[in-house]
């Protein structure tokens, strides 16, 4: 199937500084990807939704300047935690969608990376 | 507004014993439903879905789940489990129609099975 690669899987970092995920589609070309938050015993949560050569669309109570998402190629799309605080720690999962305009009753689907663990100290 | 409870947040069984994993969701249209598996270190990867037709939807590995909408669950079912069944469960709704920007994902459901 489908693989999508997120780096790093594991950040550890100050408070003030930025932190940049990377996700990859490793064999398909992704014009949608999504951000996804999770705390602790909570759910999955989307952030935004990354559309490649165009801004990206946030979901309420996110903001834009804090979460950076950049989606510059068919393949790639980062998340940029700028002057990240505690508050921030998460876990943080990147999601690519093969097939979008087609729905999920059809043939899209959704190829989820493997998570990044963020802590802020 | 669609929303997703999984009651339990972990779930020990022991090998080849039957497992049961609870999903209810709650939305005022006709939805989507999902289980997604989160194997150690991996991404999510789909196990099932329900879009339409029979109550009863059999996934990989082995997992079945049934729709019973008067009950408003999803429940994830396996007759006899295995090591390698050990994961996240992630149990998901999706409005009819929608795109996958608007999957609602549960909270998750960690089963660790003994041998």
């Known amino acids: 199937g489908a693989v999508v690669s997120q780096h790093p899987s594991r950040v550890i970092c100050k408070s003030g500084t930025s932190v940049k995920i990377e996700c990859r589609s490793l064999d398909f070309q992704a014009t949608t990807m999504f951000w996804y938050r999770q705390f602790p015993k909570q759910s999955l949560m989307l952030m935004a939704t990354?559309?490649?050569?165009?801004?990206?669309?946030?979901e309420q109570g996110v903001e834009k300047d804090k979460f950076l998402i950049n989606h510059a190629s068919l393949t790639l799309s980062t998340l940029t935690v700028t002057s990240a605080h505690p508050e921030d720690s998460s876990f943080y999962i990147c999601?690519?969608?093969?097939?979008?305009?087609?729905?999920?009753?059809?043939?899209?689907?959704?190829?989820f990376g493997s998570g990044t663990q963020l802590s802020v100290l | 507004a669609q929303s997703v409870t999984q009651l339990d947040s972990q779930v020990p069984v022991f090998e080849e014993a039957p497992v049961e994993l609870r999903c209810n969701y709650s939305?005022?249209?006709?939805?989507?439903l999902f289980w997604y598996v989160q194997y150690p270190n991996q991404g999510l990867q789909l196990l099932l879905k329900y879009l339409s037709g029979s109550t009863l939807v059999k996934g990989i590995n082995g997992f079945e789940a049934e729709f019973n909408k008067s009950q408003t669950s999803f429940h994830l079912r396996k007759p006899s489990v295995h090591i390698s069944d050990t994961a996240e469960y992630f149990c998901?709704?999706?409005?009819?129609?929608?795109?996958?920007?608007?999957?609602?994902f549960g909270s998750g459901t960690r089963l660790s099975i003994r041998p």
């Open positions: 990354s559309n490649e050569g165009s801004k990206a669309t946030y």
């Open positions: 999601s690519a969608s093969h097939l979008p305009g087609q729905g999920l009753a059809t043939n899209e689907k959704l190829f």
């Open positions: 998901a709704v999706s409005d009819r129609g929608s795109s996958a920007s608007k999957i609602i």
């Open positions: 939305s005022s249209v006709s939805v989507y």
